[in-house]
């Protein structure tokens, strides 16, 4: 939710303008420099989120998705290959079941 104010000409008063969490209900000054770390959409309806809730949403949505094929557990443990690696060090990136052990691999997003 954004709080707005105004000035008694109309105006838009923009130092007051505030942002509230819908979630914990935290707020910010909307023009502050923890701006770019809470997710305001452009649709005035969509909710908008301080950077903890929208980190607890992320996560929460990754482990609602992501599911061992083989047993259907949601703890994967991430395995990432690291580009500063020597190439004899180097690993695909995947995911292992922390409960039966089966190897995920992770495919590279197709580029634009």
């Known amino acids: 939710m954004i709080h707005k104010r105004y000035r008694r000409d109309g105006k838009p008063d923009w130092a007051r303008w505030v942002m509230e969490c819908d979630s914990c209900q935290r707020t910010t000054h909307m023009f502050s420099h923890e701006n770019p770390e809470w997710l305001v959409?452009?649709?005035?309806?969509?909710?908008?989120?301080?950077p903890a809730c929208f980190?607890?949403?992320?996560?929460?949505?990754?482990?609602?998705?992501?599911?061992?094929?083989?047993c259907d557990y949601t703890h994967l443990?991430?395995?990432?290959?690291?580009?500063?690696?020597?190439?004899?060090e180097r690993h695909p990136n995947f995911a292992d079941c922390d409960r039966c052990g089966a190897i995920v691999l992770i495919a590279e997003p197709p580029s634009l």
């Open 55 to 70: 980190n607890a949403w992320a996560d929460h949505l990754i482990a609602s998705t992501l599911r061992c094929p083989e």
């Open 77 to 88: 443990r991430m395995w990432v290959a690291d580009p500063g690696d020597p190439p004899d």
């Open 41 to 50: 959409t452009a649709n005035p309806d969509m909710a908008i989120f301080c």
